[in-house]
C-alpha cells in the first residue's frame, strides 16, 4: 500500500520545497513524425502531452527564465530546489535533426546546473538507445536522475484503440534495461481509457506492482478529453462514461493501495491545459480535486 506522495518524498529526500522546471530538449515523437505513426497517441494534444514548458532557448537560457518566473512567486528566505522536468514529446528520440551528442549534451548541461538537483526525463519506451541509457547512468552518479515511461495501460486491444504504437514486450524489456543501470523509473498510467473497465484498471496497477523491482514512482492521470486531439473526434462520436470526483478519488486510492509502499505517487489526476478541456470539466478544479483526494487519502 502506497501513500507516499511526491511531495513527502522530494522533501525527505532534498530537505526543502523542491520545484519542477518544464524544459524542452526540442525532440519530437516517432508517433507522430512518421517513423512509427503520424497520428500520435488518440489523446496527445498539439503540445506533446505536455503544454507548460519553456521551450525557446538554449537549455541555461531555459532554466534561468524557468527559474526566475517561479522564484518571482516565492519567499527569498527559504530554500528551494528545482528539478529539470523534460516532459513533452519523447525526450530521448535521437534523430538526424537531434542527435545523440545534442540530447546528451542538453542533459549533462541541466545536471550540471548549481540550482538543478535531479533530471526527469518523459520518454516512450520504444525510443531509448543503449547509449543514452549508458549516459544516463553515469548522469546519476552525479544527481538523481528518472525516466517517465508513458505506458498507460497493459492492455494490448486498449493500446491499440489508443495508437500507442508499441507492445507491453517492449515496455518490460526497457523497464529492466534501465533498473539494471540502476536508474529510477517513474511509470504513467491512464485511468478510464475507452473500452477499459475497473478490473482492467486495476490489472494494470497489478501488474506494475508485481515488477522486479517495482516502478520507484507511478503516475495515476485520469484521462482528459482534449480539444484538437482524435480522442475529442471518438469521443464526440461514441462517448463513454467518464467517472464524477468522488468516484475518481476512491478509485485511485484503491490502486494506491495495490502499490507497494516504495512506490512514489508521482500524480493522483490530470494535468492538462483548461483551455482545451472537453471533459471531464470537474477536473479543472484543481483545489476541488486536490481536497476530495486529501480526505481519500488522508493527507494533512
Ligand atoms: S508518445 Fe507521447 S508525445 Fe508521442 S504521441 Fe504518444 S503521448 Fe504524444
Known amino acids: 500500500m502506497s501513500t507516499l506522495t511526491l511531495n513527502r518524498w522530494l522533501k525527505e529526500k532534498f530537505g526543502c520545497k523542491v520545484y519542477k522546471l518544464s524544459l524542452s530538449t526540442g525532440c519530437t515523437c516517432p508517433n507522430r513524425d512518421g517513423k512509427i505513426s503520424t497520428g500520435g497517441c488518440t489523446f496527445c494534444s498539439e503540445g506533446g502531452s505536455g503544454e507548460f514548458g519553456q ?52 542533459f549533462h548541461k541541466a545536471i550540471s546546473h548549481p540550482e538543478i538537483c ?71 498510467t491512464i485511468l478510464w481509457l475507452p473500452g477499459e473497465t475497473k478490473d482492467m484498471m486495476k490489472e494494470t496497477a497489478s501488474y506494475l506492482a508485481a515488477l522486479t523491482p517495482p516502478p520507484d514512482g507511478i503516475k495515476f492521470q485520469l484521462l482528459q478529453i482534449l480539444r484538437k486531439t482524435k480522442m475529442a473526434e471518438d469521443y464526440e462520436k461514441n462517448p463513454w462514461s467518464l467517472p464524477g470526483m468522488n468516484e475518481y478519488c476512491s478509485f485511485v486510492k484503491e490502486l494506491a493501495d495495490l502499490m507497494p509502499e516504495e512506490t512514489v505517487l508521482h500524480r493522483l489526476t490530470g494535468d492538462g491545459p483548461k483551455s482545451l478541456l472537453i471533459e471531464p470539466l470537474w477536473c479543472a478544479n484543481k483545489r476541488a480535486v486536490l481536497n476530495e483526494m486529501k480526505k481519500h487519502f488522508q493527507l494533512d
Open 55 to 106: 521551450t525557446s532557448g538554449n537549455i541555461d537560457e531555459q532554466i534561468r527564465k524557468a527559474v526566475e518566473k517561479i522564484s518571482s512567486k516565492l519567499p527569498k528566505t527559504k530554500p528551494v530546489k528545482f528539478i529539470a522536468y523534460f516532459q513533452s514529446f519523447s525526450n530521448t528520440y535521437e534523430t538526424p535533426g537531434n542527435p545523440f551528442e545534442n540530447i546528451a549534451d542538453i
Open 118 to 188: 535531479a533530471l526527469s526525463i518523459g520518454t516512450r519506451p520504444d525510443c531509448i538507445s543503449g547509449r543514452m541509457i549508458d549516459f544516463l547512468s553515469e548522469l546519476n552518479k552525479e544527481k538523481h536522475v528518472w525516466i517517465e515511461l508513458g505506458l498507460q495501460t497493459i492492455h494490448e486491444k486498449t493500446a491499440e484503440k489508443i495508437n500507442r504504437g508499441y507492445s507491453l514486450d517492449v515496455f518490460c524489456d526497457t523497464y529492466k534495461r534501465l533498473k539494471d543501470k540502476g536508474l529510477s523509473v517513474i511509470v504513467h
